[in-house]
């Protein structure tokens, strides 16, 4: 019974396949089950990660006192944001290639195994088990730059006698925070006898004075908020040889920007394609069995920010190596072939 299998095997798969490439269209071409099933190699797409900080700046209300006041120069006198990119990391998956799509004969649908987005997986071989991708997206719209308390109620500042212009509010505060470092420096030295260097009211009464002078003197020195952000960007490589094409665009005040947007600097990235070995004389006619792998080439990319260099990776890319058809005597239904579904590579040949 094995012997009339093993021969029933052989003479459908080797003679009966049958190979038709779909070129370059990204379209789908349904094909009826009596003429076939259609298989795709994987392709390589590449996720440029891109980490930012983004810092909100946010004047205080006493900015233009706080020199002749305090002795603080330089403060901010106007709310700014400003964004820094400050990591960038390089990640690939797998999709189908439209580029490299084939049809069986109908007599070999029961060999071949494919993942859930119809790549070759496996030829004879057991199903394969496969863990669902996750969903990478982008939001653009940064919400809640501002702070939601920006400072303390600078009405209190003012006395009883009605002393409410910006001057005597400021004076008041500076008033304060000298009084809150005053008040701290005797603790520290132990010159007030109700406090104890070892008691929890020392450490309770000294944090009260650290924040009240730290908000009084925000005032005057302003408020900083600072947020990360992740984006990404999925990058196909077509061309071998890839010059300055530009993935995004970046401003330090408005972040992170669309392409075509000109009103920030271009992020570019550049693809060079290692050599990998020629798999036969140029001129020579492989032979084809119908059932087709890849052999995975290596990208080498770098990312640019005008014409800083912001990123590098080293990447092995399914579409930069060379297709080749299976040997012959590998379908004959004594092999279990796998194929991986991220690279097209022949992972394993295993003899049943």
Same mark, same amino acid.
């Given at each position: 019974?094995?012997?009339?299998?093993?021969?029933? =095997? *052989?003479?459908?798969?080797? @003679? %009966?396949?049958?190979? /038709?490439?779909?070129?370059?269209?990204?379209?789908? #071409?349904?094909?009826?089950?009596?003429?076939?099933?259609?298989?795709?190699?994987?392709?390589?797409?590449?996720?440029?990660?891109?980490?930012?900080?983004?810092?909100?700046?946010?004047?205080?209300?006493?900015?233009?006192?706080?020199?002749?006041?305090?002795?603080?120069?330089?403060?901010?006198?106007?709310?700014?944001?400003?964004?820094?990119?400050?990591?960038?990391?390089?990640? =690939? *998956?797998?999709?189908?290639? @439209? %580029?490299?799509?084939? /049809?069986?004969?109908?007599?070999?649908?029961?060999? #071949?195994?494919?993942?859930?987005?119809?790549v070759l997986t496996g030829f004879n071989a057991e199903k394969q088990a496969y863990s669902s991708k996750s969903l990478v997206s982008n939001s653009f719209a940064v919400n809640g730059s501002s702070l939601p308390v920006l400072f303390t109620n600078t009405v209190q500042l003012a006395t009883s006698s009605g002393r409410t212009s910006a001057a005597q509010r400021a004076e008041e505060a500076a008033a304060a925070i000298l009084k809150a470092r005053a008040a701290r420096n005797e603790i520290v030295a132990g010159t007030l006898d109700e406090f104890h260097p070892d008691g929890k009211a020392y450490e309770e009464s000294l944090e009260e004075l650290r924040l009240a002078e730290k908000e009084t003197l925000e005032l005057f020195t302003g408020k900083r908020q600072t947020r990360e952000f992740t984006f990404s960007w999925v990058y196909i490589p077509v061309s071998k040889s890839v010059k300055g094409e530009v993935l995004f665009r970046f401003d330090e005040s408005l972040g992170f920007l669309a392409k075509n947007d000109f009103s920030g600097k271009p992020v570019m990235i550049d693809v060079e394609a290692e050599e990998i070995p020629a798999v036969a004389a140029p001129g020579t006619v492989l032979p084809s069995t119908g059932l087709f792998y890849r052999q995975p080439g290596t990208g080498n990319f770098r990312l640019y920010k005008e014409l800083s260099l912001i990123g590098t990776a080293r990447l092995p890319i399914a579409q930069f190596g060379n297709t080749l058809s299976v040997p012959a005597e590998l379908l004959n239904g004594s092999y279990s072939l796998l194929f991986s579904p991220q690279t097209g590579a022949l992972e394993s040949i295993l003899k049943k």
């Open positions: 019974m094995k012997f009339f299998v093993f021969i029933l =095997s *052989f003479l459908f798969v080797v @003679p %009966a396949w049958s190979q /038709k490439s779909r070129g370059k269209t990204e379209e789908a #071409i349904p094909v009826a089950i009596s003429e076939g099933i259609t298989y795709a190699l994987p392709r390589t797409a590449v996720r440029i990660v891109v980490k930012a900080i983004q810092t909100t700046v946010v004047s205080g209300p006493f900015a233009a006192y706080a020199d002749p006041l305090l002795g603080i120069s330089n403060v901010p006198t106007q709310s700014v944001t400003s964004w820094e990119i400050r990591q960038i990391s390089f990640d =690939s *998956f797998a999709e189908p290639d @439209p %580029a490299k799509v084939f /049809k069986t004969n109908n007599l070999a649908i029961p060999l #071949i195994q494919l993942s859930p987005e119809g």
